[in-house]
């Protein structure tokens, strides 16, 4: 670039295009530089997603937009409601081109929400439309979209993403044919790999659904549990081990809070076999079991050398009647209250004195908490390797311009920037890999402006390296996943 003017001409700015164009967030000539040079090359690891892996194990292919687009999104869902929506044309028996249609009238009510942007980045980069989505616009998106999507698979859009490596969310008691069969494909070009996620095993305050659970963890393993709590964690160290033969080195949890409450061995023995006889127990022990629970993954974890993600803080399933009639997932959840630190404290504090805390990324969904994480994970970084305890990026409700902003800021003003992991879809949808490209704008659009400003230097090589490494490298190192074929 030879100066503001000549980047003005080079770029595009202030000429006529679309909504998503190359500068699109890009508000500097220093945005410009460090998104174009240094973060779009980058590839893709998606470390935490819930994308159906035997999609990925069969090379999906979608009948039509409407099916690869808005099925099970509950993003979507709850704007198609909140516009007035009956659920008939959301989640019930409309046909395909209906559901479309109303979400086609919905899209144009969605301005100043993500929604908007995370619409139109994904009909330009996948299907590459530019104009926008309307009642006007409908017929001619569906008829074009649906043409390009007879050559569009399951595989071809991580491929066209730049998607190196992706880790799916699987419950212990699933099989994991799918990973096997993508990991003995040479066609699958990229990593799919399990990620732990238990959380079903420690509803010790629902004995009906624990012990449900628990028959299914049997018959995936072939062995009794009865009311055995040494024979319960021996179950989950196996399956444990069984997920990192099939590549996976991380877990993830979804609690609504940190359990660490004191606990002794007779306590859990004792209150796990009542759980186990079908009995509810007080909010005290069931407390203390899913102390222990989460306890006990934790170490598992550090011996295996996993990550382990914690999400929490969410208020779950809060409309009894689309739970009633869709059950969870139903886009009926919200941010619940700010989580306790004193909790949090003692969960880490309770590993770190022993040696055994494990990599750990905590994703809060209560802005509020952001200062406290970012603070909470200073304390137990303990030099063995960078960035080892990390406040993850902006979750659920925060994975827009404001909350993914705020959560930058947490972790640049509390901790360091430069070690950050980055991005990740937490997404349903093969579409939603647009999420990193919208978050790799808002980073250099955040430190183009202070380049600018003069609060960052504008040597490119040092902040467009820190770049690169907040969109794929440190998530490399970080995670030391294996490559497609070969034993991490």
Same mark, same amino acid.
């Given at each position: ?23 699109? +967030? ?94 139109? +980045? ?7 439309? #530019? ?10 998106? /569906? ?13 071809? *859009? ?40 238990? @959380? ?45 033969? %099939?590549?996976?080195?991380?877990? #993830? ?30 909010? @005290? ?25 914690? %999400? ?16 969870? #997932? ?26 055994? *805390? ?37 979750? /659920?409700?925060?994975?827009? +311009? ?28 093969? +579409?939603?890999?647009?999420? %990193? ?39 490399? #190192? ?11």
């Amino acid at each position: 670039m030879s100066g503001a003017s000549g980047a003005l001409v080079i770029y595009g700015w202030g000429m006529d295009a679309g909504l998503i164009h190359d500068n699109f +967030l890009l508000d500097t000539p220093a945005a410009v530089e460090l998104y174009h040079r240094w973060a779009a090359p980058e590839p893709i690891l998606d470390f935490h997603n819930h994308l159906p892996p035997r999609d990925l194990a069969e090379d999906r292919r979608w009948e039509n937009l409407t099916r690869l687009w808005l099925a099970g999104d509950h993003y979507k869902w709850r704007v198609l409601r909140t516009n007035g929506i009956p659920e008939h044309f959301i989640t019930g028996t409309a046909s395909d081109r209906e559901k479309f249609d109303a979400f086609a009238a919905t899209v144009p009510k969605c301005l100043r929400n993500p929604m908007y942007h995370w619409c139109a +980045l994904e009909l330009k980069r996948y299907f590459d439309i #530019d104009i926008l989505l309307s009642p006007d616009t409908a017929s001619r998106i /569906w008829d074009e979209a649906n043409e390009k999507l007879k050559s569009i698979t399951a595989r071809s *859009l991580c491929r066209q993403s730049n998607v190196v490596a992706l880790c799916t969310t699987d419950d212990p008691a699933d099989a994991l044919d799918h990973h096997a069969a993508c990991a003995a494909d040479p066609a699958c070009s990229f990593g799919v790999f399990p990620a732990w996620r238990p @959380d079903k095993g420690m509803a010790f305050d629902d004995p009906a659904s624990l012990n449900a659970w628990i028959a299914r963890l049997e018959s995936a393993t072939g062995r009794d549990i009865g009311d055995s709590w040494p024979a319960y964690l021996d179950v989950l160290r196996r399956r444990h081990d069984d997920f990192a033969a %099939h590549g996976c080195r991380l877990s #993830d949890h979804g609690n609504d809070t940190f359990y660490a409450d004191d606990f002794t061995e007779a306590e859990i023995r004792a209150d796990f076999a009542r759980v186990r006889a079908g009995q509810r127990l007080a909010p @005290d022990a069931a407390g203390r079991l899913k102390s222990a629970f989460l306890h006990e993954g934790a170490l598992m974890d550090h011996a295996a050398g996993w990550t382990q993600q914690f %999400h929490y803080g969410p208020l779950r399933n809060a409309s009894t009647r689309l739970f009633q009639r869709i059950g969870p #997932d139903a886009g009926a959840d919200s941010i619940g209250n700010p989580g306790d630190a004193r909790s949090l404290a003692r969960f880490l504090d309770r590993l770190d004195r022993d040696d055994r *805390l494990a990599r750990t990324i905590l994703y809060n969904i209560h802005p509020a908490d952001n200062e406290m994480v970012a603070a909470m994970i200073g304390n137990f970084q303990d030099g063995s390797i960078p960035g080892k305890i990390q406040i993850g990026s902006g979750w /659920w409700f925060n994975d827009q +311009l404001d909350g993914m902003r705020r959560q930058l800021e947490a972790v640049s003003q509390l901790g360091l920037l430069s070690r950050f992991v980055g991005m990740l879809t937490d997404s349903r949808s093969f +579409l939603s890999f647009t999420r %990193h490209e919208y978050f790799r704008r808002l980073l250099c659009r955040i430190l183009g402006r202070e380049i600018e400003e003069g609060l960052l230097p504008r040597d490119f090589t040092l902040v467009g390296s820190m770049t690169a490494d907040i969109c794929f490298r440190n998530a490399r #190192d970080y995670f030391r996943l294996g490559t497609p074929h070969s034993t991490p």
